[in-house]
């Protein structure tokens, strides 16, 4: 079920998935290096991502943001969810994307996961983010353990995620206090006020 979500940030915006997003969606998710290891063993085309989009519009356990720059509205990068049950407060987070790869490693990319994650914990009131992660996948590890993500050492909470199209994954988990506790961190790295 479609939210319109609409979330203003200082250089960048996150908007909920429209059909003037399929292009980019497209593009990105067919290049090689960076579908590499998306859960995507098929061409995507026109036809393909709109019957995702009329599943998604029917769908409310799941959503799907682009990250846009505000200054060039430059479309460069997703992020969503799945598994939302609002009862135990949880959701996987995923659709991570940097398609236009200018913007990898970014200011403008950092900006959107902090709003990603606030959006996640304080708008959809979920308490424990998950994560899968191809094995392989170093740089999304990094990503995830900077961001607060730690390996789930524990009972896997969705198993049937940890093989993909023959890929091996590994959870990742965040608690809502996790968050709290990176962002305060973040903060002050940005503003120069971290202690050493």
Request: negative net charge.
């Amino acid at each position: 079920m479609m939210q319109g979500i609409h979330i203003e940030g200082t250089a960048i915006r996150l908007e909920e998935v429209e059909e003037k997003h399929f292009r980019y969606i497209i593009d990105w998710r067919n290049d090689p290096e960076n579908n590499r290891y998306l859960n995507q063993p098929f061409h995507l085309t026109m036809e393909k991502q709109r019957a995702w989009y009329e599943h998604y519009l029917a769908d409310p356990t799941q959503g799907l943001l682009l990250v846009v720059e505000r200054d060039t509205n430059t479309p460069f990068a997703t992020m969503g969810w799945t598994d939302h049950d609002p009862v135990q407060r949880i959701s996987i987070t995923g659709r991570l994307l940097v398609g236009d790869r200018r913007y990898r490693g970014s200011a403008l990319f950092a900006e959107a996961s902090v709003l990603f994650a606030d959006y996640m914990y304080n708008a959809l009131e979920v308490e424990m983010c998950y994560a899968h992660i191809v094995i392989e996948n170093t740089a999304s590890i990094r990503y995830h353990e900077k961001y607060g993500f730690y390996r789930n050492e524990e009972s896997v909470r969705f198993p049937n995620e940890l093989v993909v199209n023959g890929m091996k994954q590994v959870e990742y988990m965040r608690a809502k206090d996790d968050w709290v506790r990176v962002r305060k961190r973040l903060e002050q790295r940005l503003t120069g006020t971290e202690k050493v």
